[in-house]
């Protein structure tokens, strides 16, 4: 492998890490790209989930590629590359001991695996088709994962039984998380979070506000607050006892994918479709950071442990290790005209808008729906109006294979899909990934 001398001073710096200087805002003072930034290549395919160590020295990333890479933080090299898993990747967790490493993904399998000697120590099979996230529970003893058959599944860590299935939500389930004291976990799914009693599994709280798909959530460190991120352009944080909307933070322009508490609790990271990674003040809603680098759809976004640090994980291939430098952030004084913050929104219908940053250009649109109808399949319009992005495809008993579906892709307003009687695969289903406006998914292929 060869050195890559990108900045003075590159020593044993290797390809696939890059380091950029820092910008100051002019309006605030504020760094708004840190200090450094690391650029881990060496995926192959989308990146969906990302993790720091306990320590913060290692970072783990989950890809479409297949495979777990961890890596050094310090230097940004790849350690080691973990292979088990036969379908595309979306969650990868650590243990609070640092011990050992959760991965989940397409085909509804999950793993665990031991951190230091890389082996595969577990394979839990329950969620097909899809495992779109695993989480260990703090002390360790528990994971929990969600998945697009609408449940959430809890299970002894050691010995990989199944010990509570949470049924409830309407829909595929994007994420789930502990609360700090591993007594509750919440859950995200259509327009809503669901709060649990992580010993029972019976259901505390429903958290509704959202007007689009809810995809990822975050107690803070004291556990008394909750963040969500939403297809609908914006996060929100939520008392976590009550379900109190407390914040409403809009900055994005698209599809928020991702949301990340800071150890303090004061900050709040979010992560989307727009390609940036934004920091808030969690208790105010000021918007204080943007960083912007990556050149598509981030999905998933997490801090460091002691803070300083954010990592992001993106649909172009790589991982961004930010130097955020909060401390310092403290003592600026934000422009208030970057302010997020808005007061707690009205109680929405059930009609979900189309994403307008998102739509397709109309050239890519043509060539999805000529694809589409060489098929046999049929597609709709919104509105009815050939004008108005696709919102429903019905490609049933049609001759589809995974390779096929990615004549989809584009179709980022898609709503409803029917595969029934395809010969598509768990595998094709990657192809769906950025869809965050799909609500219904027949998938009784066979």
Not at 22 to 38: A, H, V, Y
Not at 93 to 109: E, I, P, Q, Y
Request: net charge negative; glycine share 8%; hydrophobic share 35%.
């Amino acid at each position: 492998m060869l050195c890559s001398t990108l900045l003075s001073g590159c020593g044993e710096s290797k390809e696939g890490v890059r380091h950029s200087p820092s910008r100051i805002d002019s309006n605030t003072g504020i760094e708004r790209e840190p200090k450094q930034t690391l650029t881990l290549d060496g995926h192959t395919n989308a990146v969906f989930g990302v993790a720091f160590s306990p320590d913060g020295q290692r970072l783990a990333s989950a890809s479409e590629d297949r495979t777990v890479k961890v890596w050094d933080v310090a230097t940004g090299q790849e350690s080691f590359t973990l292979r088990g898993h036969a379908l595309h990747l979306n969650s990868v967790a650590f243990s609070s001991d640092g011990t050992r490493l959760a991965s989940a993904g397409g085909g509804g399998a999950i793993k665990v695996w031991d951190a230091a000697t890389e082996k595969e120590l577990l394979t839990l099979k329950g969620h097909p088709p899809l495992a779109s996230c695993v989480v260990f529970s703090p002390d360790g003893q528990w994971l929990a994962s969600a998945s697009y058959d609408k449940t959430v599944k809890i299970w002894d860590a050691i010995t990989g039984q199944e010990t509570l299935t949470l049924k409830g939500h309407k829909g595929r389930v994007w994420s789930v998380v502990f609360r700090p004291d591993g007594q509750q976990l919440a859950s995200t799914a259509h327009k809503t979070v669901k709060v649990w009693d992580a010993v029972t599994g019976k259901e505390r709280l429903t958290l509704r506000g959202h007007t689009n798909f809810v995809i990822n959530a975050a107690f803070s460190p004291d556990g008394q607050r909750l963040a969500s991120a939403s297809a609908d352009k914006s996060a929100k944080v939520w008392d976590a006892a009550t379900g109190k909307e407390l914040l409403t933070l809009k900055g994005h322009t698209g599809s928020v994918n991702s949301v990340a508490f800071s150890s303090d609790g004061q900050w709040l990271a979010s992560a989307g479709h727009d390609k940036m990674v934004k920091v808030w003040d969690a208790t105010t809603g000021k918007e204080l950071l943007t960083l912007e680098g990556h050149t598509d759809v981030i999905w998933s976004v997490t801090f460091s442990p002691d803070g300083q640090r954010l990592a992001s994980a993106s649909f172009d291939k790589t991982v961004k290790v930010w130097d955020v430098m909060l401390s310092d952030a403290r003592t600026q004084t934000v422009n208030e005209s970057q302010a997020a913050a808005t007061a707690p929104a009205k109680k929405p219908d059930d009609t979900v808008a189309l994403d307008e940053t998102t739509q397709p250009t109309k050239e890519s649109q043509a060539d999805a729906v000529a694809a589409i109808e060489e098929l046999g399949g049929k597609v709709k319009f919104g509105e009815n109006n050939p004008d108005k992005p696709v919102v429903g495809v019905d490609l049933s008993r049609q001759p589809v294979t995974d390779a096929k579906l990615e004549h989809l892709k584009d179709l980022t307003n898609l709503q409803e899909l029917n595969l029934a009687g395809t010969k598509v695969t768990d595998d094709g289903l990657v192809h769906l990934k950025g869809m965050t406006n799909l609500q219904t998914l027949e998938l009784s292929y066979g």
